[in-house]
């Protein structure tokens, strides 16, 4: 195995409806994997050994990932984005990192927090899906 690789090829997929039907979304910008946080739940007490504040693990919240793109007007990318815009639908979101044929993809359930688009004058046009993730899904 090498010591490095990058993430060229990498896709993410929208699986929407109850038998997903699978969507690529294309063009994507570089891609950065959800960060999810352990909540802390103090239990702290009187008796608290060497007077310290005490802790053990909460909640996991999925957290947030946003996903960068070119960002071409009436694409399929963009009716569907805009339509999950507007329904609030829960769907899945499935990330391959690599073009590795052997990459295991990783799957959340969330919806579309916001879509964001750009159009520069002497650049080209971006968008950024943000996705609220509830879960990740195990298959």
Same mark, same amino acid.
């Given at each position: 195995?090498?010591?490095?690789?990058?993430?060229?090829?990498?896709?993410?997929?929208?699986?929407?409806?109850?038998?997903?039907?699978?969507?690529?979304?294309?063009?994507?910008?570089?891609?950065?994997?959800?960060?999810?946080?352990?909540?802390?739940?103090?239990?702290?007490?009187?008796? *608290?050994?060497?007077?310290?504040?005490?802790?053990?693990?909460?909640?996991?919240? *999925?957290?947030?990932?946003?996903?960068?793109? !070119?960002?071409?007007?009436?694409?399929?990318?963009?009716?569907?984005?805009?339509?999950?815009?507007? *329904?609030?639908?829960?769907?899945?979101?499935?990330?391959?990192?690599?073009?590795?044929?052997?990459?295991?993809?990783?799957?959340?359930?969330?919806?579309?927090?916001?879509?964001?688009?750009?159009?520069?004058? !002497?650049?080209?046009?971006?968008?950024?899906?943000?996705?609220?993730?509830?879960?990740?899904?195990?298959?």
């Amino acid at each position: 195995m090498p010591d490095g690789m990058i993430g060229y090829g990498s896709i993410v997929r929208i699986g929407v409806g109850e038998t997903p039907t699978w969507t690529t979304l294309d063009l994507l910008g570089d891609l950065e994997m959800p960060d999810e946080q352990v909540d802390e739940v103090e239990i702290t007490h009187m008796k *608290s050994p060497g007077r310290r504040k005490q802790f053990i693990a909460g909640l996991t919240d *999925s957290g947030e990932v946003a996903i960068p793109m !070119n960002y071409i007007p009436g694409s399929d990318t963009d009716v569907l984005l805009t339509s999950l815009r507007a *329904s609030r639908e829960e769907v899945l979101v499935e990330i391959t990192l690599t073009d590795d044929v052997a990459a295991v993809p990783e799957t959340y359930s969330g919806f579309l927090k916001g879509y964001s688009r750009t159009a520069p004058i !002497n650049d080209k046009m971006t968008a950024v899906a943000t996705f609220r993730l509830s879960e990740e899904v195990i298959a």
